[in-house]
């Protein structure tokens, strides 16, 4: 699975997968959770996991290689409770990624990262996903495989009202009789 094409969806719990474009400028998701695949409308916000990175004491790290150093201490990342303590949070991850920024990165945020790494540990550290990693960040186009399908997610393209003209053609200086608007009564029974 490359992930360029997993994305998260404020409001909906866990990461999708994006599959195909629909002709109304939305798409298609499959969930990672579930496998449930759902119509998202284009007007939803979206936000590419390859896009999100963890603030650190000197430069942000890509989320990316937070979930690489997160596998190197799998026994950590995943022995960390979905409820646990923020306090339990930011011990987990000071043991991962000793030099984050405990100010600015919350503990919903570390709490998402755990959760998110549990769903796709099993994609992180493999070639295929280094590679379009890589590529990604040195502003190459990664090379195709056989298993990736490619989805183009385009703005919707906005249809143009017409208004029609309606106007009365005049013959001979005579002008159309006007229609007549005629109102069903009924009548009730005494």
């Not at 499959?30 to 896009?51: A, F, N």
């Not at 890509?62 to 997160?70: A, C, S, T, W």
Request: zero cysteines; a neutral charge; hydrophobic letters at 40%.
């Amino acid at each position: 699975m490359s992930f360029e094409k997993i994305i998260t969806i404020p409001g909906m719990s866990g990461l999708f997968k994006m599959i195909a474009q629909m002709r109304n400028g939305g798409f298609v998701v499959e969930s990672l959770i579930d496998g449930r695949r759902q119509p998202v409308s284009s007007m939803q916000r979206i936000t590419m996991l390859k896009d999100i990175a963890v603030f650190t004491m000197e430069d942000d790290v890509p989320l990316y290689d937070v979930f690489k150093k997160m596998k190197e201490h799998d026994t950590i990342a995943s022995g960390v409770p979905a409820k646990a303590d923020p306090a339990d949070l930011k011990a987990a991850l000071k043991k991962i990624l000793p030099d984050f920024d405990d100010d600015r990165v919350h503990a919903s945020d570390i709490r998402k990262m755990f959760l998110w790494y549990k769903l796709v540990k099993n994609d992180v550290g493999t070639e295929e996903s280094d590679a379009a990693m890589k590529a990604e960040f040195d502003g190459e186009v990664p090379t195709k495989s056989s298993e990736v399908e490619e989805v183009v997610v385009e703005e919707p393209v906005k249809k143009k009202s017409v208004k029609k003209k309606t106007e009365d053609v005049v013959a001979d200086g005579d002008a159309p009789a006007p229609k007549k608007k005629t109102a069903k009564t009924t009548k009730v029974k005494e």
